[in-house]
Structures are given as structure tokens and as C-alpha cells.
């Protein structure tokens, strides 16, 4: 069965750190590229991060370069999202996706990626 897990998710004051995980299950992982997207209440889901199938490659949202880190470890069939400074407009349900169309690819547009785990929710607040 093909899986998608997130967690790490939290209420974390402004500033703050926190890592998502995805865990994959059913699939090879390193025959994707991978991405983390978020959806804030009443907005559209925007792509956060993402890195090519074996980390040759990672791409950053203009709000978010210099403060988050996306990593994977293919063997253990992870990706993870490293968030620091965190600010209230990062707030939202944060997804992992795979992106079945092309590996070698870190896009950010949500159309490429075909397989997306449930979500795992993300508060930024004091």
C-alpha cells in the first residue's frame, strides 16, 4: 500500500523551531523527487520545499529560503523539513508529496506531484 505519514507537527511560538518528518511506505523512494507544501486556512496550497531523488537538487519558496532545510534519507524511506524562525505566516497544514512525473525535478507546483500524504498541522503563535 502506498503511504504517505507526516508528523512533527505543533504550536510553537514565534521564532521557534520545528522538524516535519514524512515516512514513505510502498514505494521506492529514490525514484522520487519529494516536496513540502502548505495550506493555510483559506488560501491555496503553496509549495514550501522540495529535493530531487538523490539530493543533488533543492528548491526554496522565496519566504522561506534561508530558514528551512528539507533532507531525505532514501534507505530509510524519510523526508524531512527543518524549520527555524519560525513566523505566524507559516502556520497551516504542511504535506509531503512525491512527485511521480519527473525525479531529477525540485518544482514547487503542486500539479506535479501525485501522491500526498494527509497533512500535519503547523501554529505559529504567542
Known amino acids: 500500500q502506498l503511504r504517505l505519514v507526516e508528523s512533527g507537527g505543533a504550536l510553537v511560538q514565534p521564532g521557534g523551531s520545528l522538524t516535519l518528518s514524512c515516512a514513505a511506505s510502498?514505494?521506492?523512494?529514490?525514484?522520487?523527487?519529494a516536496g513540502w507544501f502548505r495550506q493555510a486556512p483559506g488560501k491555496e496550497r503553496e509549495g514550501v520545499s522540495s529535493i530531487t531523488s538523490r539530493s543533488l537538487g533543492t528548491n526554496y519558496a522565496d519566504s522561506v529560503k534561508g530558514r528551512f532545510t528539507i533532507s531525505r534519507d532514501n534507505a530509510k524511506g524519510t523526508v524531512s523539513l527543518l524549520m527555524n524562525s519560525l513566523k505566524p505566516e507559516d502556520a497551516g497544514i504542511y504535506y509531503c508529496?512525491?512527485?511521480?512525473?519527473?525525479?531529477?525535478?525540485?518544482?514547487?507546483?503542486?500539479?506535479?506531484?501525485?501522491?500526498w500524504g494527509q497533512g500535519t498541522q503547523v501554529t505559529v503563535s504567542s
Open positions: 508529496a512525491l512527485n511521480s512525473r519527473n525525479k531529477w525535478s525540485a518544482s514547487l507546483d503542486v500539479q506535479t506531484y501525485a501522491y
Open positions: 510502498g514505494f521506492t523512494l529514490e525514484s522520487y523527487a
